[in-house]
């Protein structure tokens, strides 16, 4: 059986992924920051913690024979809207040099890694009001209808 590692696998998207691996016959192993949520399923690994120390992403990775993954999907990463660039900084782009620094240090044979990113990134974008029609963007989403 194949395993997966998905990083930030308690958020929106991690959590249907770790669902769509685990019904493909995945072993699923999840890595986030909150405590284990009581409905998370026994049948996924869990590593309470975030994606910036490497001792805790080489166990997480499969070290300490734990069975070593062959996937990756990193989707860790802090979200919202504030000025605390440092902290975006030292845990959105330096956890991920921090994940390739710790599969290449330790030679795991991973098939693939794949990152995605959110709105963060993006941006909001453009959104149409259901009763006016008119486009507009602002500091807040927009959910018509």
Same mark, same amino acid.
């Given at each position: 059986m194949? /395993?997966?590692l998905?990083? %930030?696998?308690?958020?929106?998207?991690?959590r249907?992924l770790?669902?769509?691996?685990? !019904?493909?016959?995945?072993?699923?192993r999840?890595?986030?920051?909150p405590?284990r949520?009581?409905?998370?399923?026994?049948? +996924?690994?869990?590593?309470?913690?975030?994606?910036?120390d490497? /001792?805790?992403?080489?166990?997480?990775?499969g %070290?300490?024979?734990?069975?070593?993954?062959?996937?990756?999907?990193?989707l860790?990463?802090?979200? *919202?809207?504030?000025?605390?660039?440092?902290? +975006?900084? /030292?845990?959105?782009? %330096?956890?991920t040099?921090?994940?390739?620094?710790?599969?290449? /240090? $330790?030679?795991?044979?991973?098939k !693939?890694?794949?990152?995605?990113?959110? !709105? !963060?990134?993006? *941006?909001?974008?453009?959104?149409?009001?259901?009763?006016?029609c008119?486009? $507009?963007?602002?500091?807040?989403?927009?959910?018509? *209808?």
């Amino acid at each position: 059986m194949e /395993r997966v590692l998905i990083t %930030g696998g308690l958020g929106f998207i991690g959590r249907y992924l770790a669902d769509l691996f685990y !019904q493909n016959n995945f072993k699923v192993r999840i890595i986030d920051l909150p405590s284990r949520p009581e409905n998370l399923p026994n049948h +996924f690994d869990y590593v309470r913690s975030g994606v910036e120390d490497h /001792r805790t992403l080489f166990y997480a990775l499969g %070290g300490e024979g734990l069975g070593e993954v062959d996937y990756i999907l990193h989707l860790a990463g802090l979200s *919202g809207y504030s000025d605390d660039y440092a902290s +975006f900084f /030292r845990v959105n782009a %330096g956890g991920t040099a921090v994940l390739y620094e710790t599969i290449n /240090r $330790f030679k795991f044979s991973i098939k !693939q890694v794949i990152i995605a990113s959110s !709105q !963060q990134v993006y *941006g909001e974008g453009k959104y149409f009001c259901g009763f006016c029609c008119t486009s $507009f963007t602002g500091g807040k989403i927009f959910y018509p *209808g």
